[in-house]
């Protein structure tokens, strides 16, 4: 079945850095993924959505210049944190779609867990 | 997207059927119902998703109610592998259409 792989599964930082956070669909292509976070003992919040050759999709809240979504290719999309916080440490999941089929089910990568010092 | 209703929390005893509801009544004629779960500190896996027929699968079974107003997730041998979170998500039938999580139902299953 469809595989999304997520790298690295997990980062720590120190406050001030930026981190690049990839999500690959191995074995289809994906016009569109979606990027979401949670926080412990929460429901996923999805954050944006990322747009093979166009700009990212944010939902409301999320800062666009603090979480930056590069969806250069089919199969790539980066989610980076600038000047992460330790308010931004999470785990970071990315999802996506076989195209042309509706109503197929999002696949998911495994998830980056974020800490940040 | 229309809003899910879930419990919070169920137990189930292993190798027992679980059965987990879902409310869905405001689900639209276009909408699907799909069931995830996350286990600890992974990404969500999917399970199965339906219309409005009854659907089977390797890992469960769905039953959705004629009106559509609710559905029944049925793990019909729990182990103890699938103690996790299970999201009842509704969403319409577009490639482009994210999907909206609410905060699921802690299914543990218990020896």
């Known amino acids: 079945g469809a595989v999304v792989s997520q790298h690295p599964s997990r980062v720590i930082c120190k406050s001030g850095t930026s981190v690049k956070i990839e999500c690959r669909s191995l074995d289809f292509q994906a016009t569109t993924m979606f990027w979401y976070r949670q926080f412990p003992k929460k429901s996923l919040m999805l954050m944006a959505t990322s747009n093979e050759g166009s700009k990212a999709t944010y939902e409301q809240g999320v800062e666009k210049d603090k979480f930056l979504i590069n969806h250069a290719s089919l199969t790539l999309s980066t989610l980076t944190v600038t000047s992460a916080h330790p308010e931004d440490s999470s785990f970071y999941i990315c999802?996506?779609?076989?195209?042309?089929?509706?109503?197929?089910?999002?696949?998911f990568g495994n998830g980056t867990r974020l800490t940040v010092t | 997207d229309a809003k899910t209703t879930q419990p919070p929390s169920m137990d189930c005893a292993e190798g027992r059927a679980a059965n987990l509801p879902c409310n869905h009544s405001?689900?639209?004629?276009?909408?699907?119902v799909y069931w995830y779960r996350q286990i600890h500190s992974q990404g969500p896996q999917y399970i199965i998703h339906?219309?409005?027929n009854n659907e089977t699968n390797e890992m469960a079974s769905l039953i959705i109610t004629e009106d559509r107003k609710s559905s029944t997730l049925i793990l019909p041998h729990a182990t103890l592998r699938d103690t996790a979170v299970y999201y009842c998500?509704?969403?319409?039938?577009?490639?482009?259409?994210?999907?909206?999580f609410g905060a699921g139902t802690i299914l543990r299953v218990k020896s």
């Open positions: 999802s996506a779609r076989v195209p042309l089929q509706g109503n197929s089910p999002l696949h």
């Open positions: 998500i509704v969403r319409p039938d577009s490639y482009g259409n994210k999907l909206v």
């Open positions: 405001t689900i639209s004629g276009n909408e699907y």
């Open positions: 339906g219309l409005k």
